[in-house]
């Protein structure tokens, strides 16, 4: 099976950067597939990126892309969202997803692990 630890949220103003991480043990990372999802009190559960096994394909939800950017660090087991212009809108918990299916999948119902979620909060 697979762990997932994430990284990096906090308390943050409108138009602040921060930067996300998310570790994963117990299968060669290469292996899976990856996303980010997040989800807000009272909302569903959204993805916000998605990538691939190699990195070489990417998606990016309308409401983030421009302003964060998904990367893997296969070496270190490690996925990244680096997250620019902040919005108080952008304010959720969260989540790293993998698949062990290799391409993009959008749905949290095509994920099979799930990290614990980091809280990211966004004031204006």
């Known amino acids: 099976q697979v762990q997932l630890v994430e990284l990096g949220g906090g308390l943050v103003q409108a138009g602040d950067s921060l930067r996300l991480s998310c570790t994963a043990s117990?299968?060669?990372?290469?292996?899976?597939?990856m996303a980010w999802f997040r989800q807000a009190p009272g909302k569903e559960r959204e993805v916000v990126a998605a990538m691939s096994r190699t990195g070489s394909s990417t998606y990016y939800a309308t409401s983030v892309k421009g302003r964060f950017t998904v990367s893997r660090d296969n070496a270190k087991n490690t996925m990244h969202l680096q997250m620019n212009s902040l919005k108080p809108e952008d304010t959720a918990v969260y989540y790293c997803?993998?698949?062990?299916?290799?391409?993009?999948?959008?749905?949290?119902?095509?994920?099979?692990?799930w990290g614990q979620g980091t809280q990211v909060t966004v004031s204006s």
């Open positions: 997803a993998a698949r062990s299916m290799v391409y993009i999948a959008y749905d949290v119902n095509d994920y099979d692990y």
């Open positions: 117990g299968r060669a990372f290469s292996s899976l597939s």
